[in-house]
C-alpha cells in the first residue's frame, strides 16, 4: 500500500487505486458466494482480517485519540454490513444482490456528504454519479422488478448498502485525523474482525468448527482480498473527494456482473451489457470533469 506519494501523486494515483480495490471486492465477494455455508466462509474472512489486522497493528503507528470514536462506530458499521451481506447471499442469487448492496452505497453517500456534511460536488461530478448510479441501477433490475417472494432478500441488500455508505462516511472523516492510514485500517480490522466469529461461534458451538475445516483456504483468501481492498479505499478516502470515491469503487459491480456470467454461468444479456457500459460512462465523466 502506498503511503509515501507526493500529494500530485497521490491524487493522480486514486482513480487506478480505487479500481483495483473494486476488483478484489468483487473477487472476494464471488469466492465468499460460491461457499455452501457462507456463515463459515464469512467467519473465515473475519478471522483472516483479524490476523492481518493483528500483525499490522504491531509496526503501524497507533492512530490519534481523534480517530478512536471513528474505528469504534465503523468497526459496528461493518459487522452489521456483513450479517446483512451474509443474509442477503443466503436468500438471493448472486448477479442481483450484490449489485442491489453496491449500487444503493453511491447514491446515500452523494446525498449525506452534500447534505450533512457540507461537501459541495462539481456539476460534472454530480452528472458522473448519477449516470454511474442509473447503470447501477439498470444492473441490479436488468432481470425485472423483484417478487413479493424476493422482497427479504432485497431488503437486506438494500440494507447491506445503506451500511456501506455510512461506514463509508465514517472512515472518510475518520481517516483524516487519524495520523496514519495504515494504523487506522489495522485497527479497524482487528477490532471488527473478532466479532462475527464469536457470532457464528454462539449460533453453532463446536459444529462450526467441523464447518470450517474443508473451506479453510478459500475463507482466508477471501479475508486478505478483504484487507486489502478496503485497506486501498481508506488510504484512496484520505486523498480524494468521498462521493466520487464512492462512486467509483461500485464499479464493482460490472466486475461481479462479469464473475456471475463467468463463474456462475449467469445469463448477462444485452441489459446488462449496457448497464456496464453506463458505469464505465460515468467513471469518465469523473475523471474528465477531475472528480478525484
Same mark, same amino acid.
Given at each position: 500500500?502506498?503511503?509515501?506519494?507526493?500529494?500530485?501523486?497521490?491524487? +493522480?494515483?486514486?482513480?487506478?487505486?480505487?479500481?483495483?480495490?473494486?476488483?478484489?471486492?468483487?473477487?472476494?465477494?464471488?469466492?465468499?458466494? !460460491?461457499?455452501?455455508?457462507?456463515?463459515? @466462509?464469512? +467467519?473465515?474472512?473475519?478471522?483472516?482480517?483479524?490476523?492481518?489486522?493483528?500483525?499490522?497493528?504491531?509496526?503501524?503507528?497507533?492512530?490519534?485519540?481523534?480517530?478512536?470514536?471513528?474505528?469504534?462506530?465503523?468497526?459496528?458499521?461493518?459487522? +452489521?454490513?456483513?450479517?446483512?451481506?451474509?443474509?442477503?447471499? &443466503?436468500?438471493?442469487?448472486?448477479? &442481483?444482490?450484490?449489485? +442491489?448492496?453496491?449500487?444503493?452505497?453511491?447514491?446515500?453517500?452523494?446525498?449525506?456528504?452534500?447534505?450533512?456534511?457540507?461537501?459541495?460536488?462539481?456539476?460534472? &461530478?454530480?452528472?458522473?454519479?448519477?449516470?454511474?448510479?442509473?447503470?447501477?441501477? @439498470?444492473?441490479?433490475?436488468?432481470?425485472?422488478?423483484?417478487?413479493?417472494? &424476493?422482497?427479504?432478500?432485497?431488503?437486506?441488500?438494500?440494507?447491506? !448498502?445503506?451500511?456501506?455508505?455510512?461506514?463509508?462516511?465514517?472512515?472518510?472523516?475518520?481517516?483524516?485525523?487519524?495520523?496514519?492510514?495504515? @494504523?487506522?485500517?489495522?485497527?479497524?480490522?482487528?477490532?471488527?474482525?473478532?466479532?462475527?466469529?464469536?457470532?457464528?461461534?454462539?449460533?453453532?458451538?463446536?459444529?462450526?468448527?467441523?464447518?470450517?475445516?474443508?473451506?479453510?483456504?478459500?475463507?482466508?483468501?477471501?479475508?486478505?482480498?478483504?484487507?486489502?481492498?478496503? @485497506?486501498?479505499?481508506?488510504?484512496?478516502?484520505?486523498?480524494?473527494?468521498?462521493?466520487?470515491?464512492?462512486?467509483?469503487?461500485?464499479?464493482?459491480?460490472?466486475?461481479?456482473?462479469?464473475?456471475?456470467?463467468?463463474?456462475?454461468?449467469?445469463?448477462?444479456?444485452?441489459?446488462?451489457?449496457?448497464?456496464?457500459?453506463?458505469?464505465?460512462?460515468?467513471?469518465?465523466?469523473?475523471?474528465?470533469?477531475?472528480?478525484?
Amino acid at each position: 500500500m502506498p503511503v509515501h506519494l507526493s500529494a500530485a501523486a497521490g491524487t +493522480t494515483a486514486v482513480p487506478a487505486v480505487v479500481l483495483a480495490s473494486a476488483v478484489l471486492h468483487a473477487a472476494w465477494n464471488g469466492l465468499t458466494h !460460491g461457499l455452501r455455508d457462507k456463515l463459515a @466462509g464469512f +467467519t473465515l474472512i473475519s478471522l483472516a482480517s483479524a490476523g492481518c489486522g493483528a500483525v499490522l497493528v504491531c509496526f503501524a503507528p497507533l492512530p490519534a485519540p481523534a480517530a478512536w470514536p471513528y474505528i469504534a462506530a465503523s468497526a459496528a458499521l461493518q459487522v +452489521t454490513y456483513q450479517l446483512l451481506l451474509l443474509r442477503a447471499y &443466503q436468500l438471493g442469487d448472486f448477479g &442481483q444482490m450484490y449489485p +442491489t448492496a453496491r449500487g444503493t452505497s453511491p447514491v446515500v453517500v452523494a446525498l449525506v456528504s452534500t447534505t450533512l456534511l457540507g461537501h459541495s460536488l462539481a456539476a460534472g &461530478q454530480a452528472l458522473g454519479i448519477a449516470v454511474i448510479a442509473c447503470g447501477l441501477a @439498470g444492473l441490479a433490475l436488468a432481470d425485472g422488478i423483484p417478487g413479493s417472494a &424476493q422482497v427479504p432478500a432485497l431488503a437486506a441488500a438494500v440494507g447491506t !448498502g445503506v451500511m456501506i455508505a455510512s461506514y463509508t462516511l465514517v472512515d472518510g472523516s475518520g481517516v483524516r485525523v487519524s495520523g496514519s492510514v495504515l @494504523g487506522y485500517v489495522a485497527w479497524l480490522f482487528l477490532c471488527q474482525g473478532l466479532v462475527l466469529p464469536l457470532i457464528a461461534g454462539a449460533r453453532r458451538g463446536r459444529a462450526l468448527f467441523t464447518a470450517l475445516r474443508p473451506m479453510w483456504g478459500r475463507g482466508l483468501v477471501g479475508g486478505l482480498l478483504s484487507l486489502v481492498a478496503y @485497506g486501498l479505499v481508506v488510504w484512496a478516502q484520505s486523498r480524494g473527494d468521498l462521493a466520487t470515491i464512492a462512486a467509483l469503487r461500485e464499479t464493482s459491480i460490472v466486475f461481479g456482473a462479469l464473475i456471475g456470467a463467468v463463474v456462475f454461468r449467469e445469463r448477462l444479456g444485452h441489459r446488462r451489457i449496457t448497464a456496464s457500459v453506463a458505469v464505465l460512462a460515468g467513471i469518465a465523466v469523473l475523471q474528465l470533469t477531475g472528480g478525484v
